[in-house]
Nanobody, 116 residues
Framework: QVQLVESGGGLVQPGGSLRLSCAASGIGFSIRRRGWYRQAPGKEREFVATIIAGGTTNYADSVKGRFAISRDNAKNIVYLQMNSLKPEDTAIYYC??????????WGQGTQVTVSS
């Protein structure tokens, strides 16, 4: 059974940094794309960043230059380094894996709150 478990969320002041991790277990197949999405209160879930099998990354305009996605293939972990955090980055952050066969997997989410 595939499980994705996020960690690293918390409360941080504006301008601060956090590093999110997403550890996957039960992965016995190839992954096409790994990513991070977020959902703020009262809003729909939105794309944050993705990294594909070849290593190419893609970011939402709102986080470009501040966030960086990376992965450790050997450990099946994907990271999201978040710098220069803003109050509008407050949300629940979810990791997402898409398998080569199109199956989609989500973690349970980790809360990020940016506030002074």
């Amino acid at each position: 059974q595939v499980q994705l478990v996020e960690s690293g969320g918390g409360l941080v002041q504006p301008g601060g940094s956090l590093r999110l991790s997403c550890a996957a277990s039960g992965i016995g197949f190839s992954i096409r794309r790994r990513g991070w999405y977020r959902q703020a209160p009262g809003k729909e879930r939105e794309f944050v960043a993705t990294i594909i099998a070849g290593g190419t990354t893609n970011y939402a305009d709102s986080v470009k230059g501040r966030f960086a996605i990376s992965r450790d293939n050997a450990k099946n972990i994907v990271y999201l380094q978040m710098n220069s955090l803003k109050p509008e980055d407050t949300a629940i952050y979810y990791c997402n894996f898409v398998a080569l066969n199109g199956a989609v997997y989500w973690g349970q989410g980790t809360q990020v709150t940016v506030s002074s």
